[in-house]
């Protein structure tokens, strides 16, 4: 029996820093993560995670804890701040057709960070080492030697691949000595966090995701599970305010209110700034190590989930042996251009609009399917083939036709044993859904690969002991081959991260090995025989 790969080391145990080893466990592979602090940060910081993010989270067993201590929110309101007319509203249940999940999860940073510390710790025990500076790293060809410094002196930890999660000063990609392209903004970002009752002694009609524009004070309200968070800028050169100025400015903008109670406050730099490489051999940089981006429209730790679905199972892939090294270029390929170009001009655009200064952002503010799928992530297509072909914002009031790159819908089909999921079936694993008529007796899928299985799906189903049964996806009124938008006699096959690799036609009494010739294709490898 091969022996198990090195852990890969995690730099930062940040949120990006979290959910990157819950998806390095979920793969299966043994993850070490180095905290140079002997406590999570306390401070108040990020408070929304995105549809796409719960996605993310499910995939990898962490979501029901995180929902326990979150608020569930399903519209985000954009308010002149002068009128308090709404401009607009995007409904999430617009999305209920394509997720399990249409909706947005409001909490604080400093209260995610302990629920996916739980959740590590129950999966990979003693994983998490805090009061571990990264101080160096060596690579060669089998792995990386990582040293940390300690309170009981310098330690040297073994890896396979060291993964830099460790914020917008990250060590690891100054020792790697990458660029940072971009600007610090002039202004700063005030955040308030005050506890004050909206809801019954002074009620509030505020969605719990709201943006108010203006053009001298634009505000932006966020209901969390414990207290409602006001964000504001600073103009260049106004002193930092202490905290009775942060309580007064955000009951100014309240009205008359009953008792309030500050719960905390932050003043911080706001950046857009973009390194210039995320990979150097077998290191590689994740969300603010790899992309500070102006925190609009929750799009900071939200843009570093992306980052974490896109290289966890690649890491896998290689690791196993089921893929050869150049699949591991397509992480920079894919994000990059996602951060710097997609998320980065979307928070640009969005401060704008909210000071009245362009608009930029009107495709993605106009309602409906579109905007609800650009505003939760869930519209982001990936350059899965290098061509260049990528997408962050969608448009329109009708679900568009899957083509490659897109994330999956994921409408429930059934198997045999009950109703099953495209997010779940490709959870740790590429799969490849033939949608054709199942009573013309197509050719069954050959035997399961553990990196690649196959389906039929149909609206027809087969009896008991035909070849087909156990591997037929029953699609009642043909929904989801409807919301694919794709003809019968198709393939489609589905990432590990649930982004769809390739949409085709296929001969149902010929088209064997057509899937193993995609799959090679992405992996440089045959798939492994199960």
Same mark, same amino acid.
């Given at each position: ?316 892939? %290689? ?142 189903? %087969? ?28 393939? %489609? ?38």
């Amino acid at each position: 029996m091969a022996e198990p790969p090195a852990p890969v080391v995690v730099a930062g145990a940040g949120p990006v820093g979290l959910i990157t080893a819950l998806g390095l466990a979920h793969h299966g592979l043994p993850v070490v993560v180095l905290e140079e602090d002997e406590r999570l940060s306390p401070d108040t910081k990020a408070g929304s995670l995105l549809t796409r993010s719960l996605e993310i989270l499910h995939r990898y067993g962490a979501l029901p804890p995180v929902l326990r201590a979150a608020l569930r929110v399903d519209e985000i309101g954009e308010f002149e701040r002068a009128t308090g007319l709404p401009r607009f509203r995007v409904r999430t249940d617009a999305l209920a057709g394509d997720t399990r999940f249409p909706f947005i999860a409001n909490i604080p940073q400093h209260h995610l960070e302990p629920v996916l510390r739980d959740e590590l710790e129950r999966r990979a025990p003693g994983a998490l080492r805090m009061g571990h500076r990264v101080t160096g790293f060596r690579q060669d060809a089998e792995g990386v030697e990582v040293t940390a410094e300690t309170a009981s002196g310098p330690r040297a930890i073994r890896g396979s691949f060291l993964l830099g999660c460790d914020g917008g000063r990250s060590f690891v990609r100054g020792a790697l000595g990458v660029a940072v392209e971009g600007r610090t903004l002039e202004e700063r970002y005030v955040l308030v966090d005050l506890e004050v009752d909206l809801d019954v002694e002074t009620p509030r009609d505020y969605p719990y995701l709201g943006y108010f524009s203006d053009p001298e004070e634009w505000v932006v309200v966020v209901r969390l599970p414990h207290c409602w968070r006001f964000v504001y800028a600073l103009k260049p050169g106004t002193p930092e305010p202490d905290e009775a100025e942060l309580r007064d400015r955000a009951l100014r903008f309240l009205g008359e209110v009953g008792p309030s109670r500050l719960v905390g406050c932050n003043v911080y730099r706001v950046h857009h700034r973009i390194a210039s490489r995320w990979r150097d051999r077998r290191v590689f940089l994740l969300g603010d190590a790899a992309h500070l981006i102006t925190p609009m429209w929750a799009l900071g730790l939200n843009t570093g989930a992306l980052d974490i679905s896109n290289l966890a199972w690649r890491l896998a892939w %290689v690791l196993r042996g089921w893929a050869g090294d150049r699949l591991l270029d397509g992480y920079e390929r894919e994000q990059l251009p996602v951060a710097s170009l997609g998320s980065g001009k979307m928070a640009e655009a969005a401060r704008a609009v909210m000071a009245h200064r362009g608009t930029d952002a009107a495709a993605m503010t106009e309602g409906g399917w579109g905007t609800a799928q650009t505003r939760t992530l869930l519209g982001v297509r990936l350059d899965v083939d290098g061509t260049g072909d990528w997408a962050m914002v969608r448009t329109g009031d009708t679900p568009a036709p899957v083509r490659h790159g897109d994330r999956v819908p994921d409408l429930p089909l059934f198997g045999p044993a009950g109703e099953v999921h495209p997010h779940d079936l490709c959870a740790d694993s590429f799969v490849a859904l033939y949608f054709t008529d199942a009573r013309r007796a197509p050719l069954a899928p050959p035997p399961d690969s553990p990196a690649l299985r196959q389906y039929v799906v149909s609206r027809w189903d %087969v009896p008991p002991g035909s070849e087909l049964r156990d591997r037929l996806l029953l699609d009642p009124g043909e929904r989801v081959r409807l919301r694919f938008g794709v003809p019968e006699d198709t393939l %489609v096959l589905l990432r590990p991260d649930g982004h769809v690799v390739a949409v085709g036609p296929f001969a149902p009494r010929g088209g064997e090995g057509l899937a193993e010739e995609l799959y090679a294709a992405v992996t440089d490898r045959p798939p492994p025989e199960g």
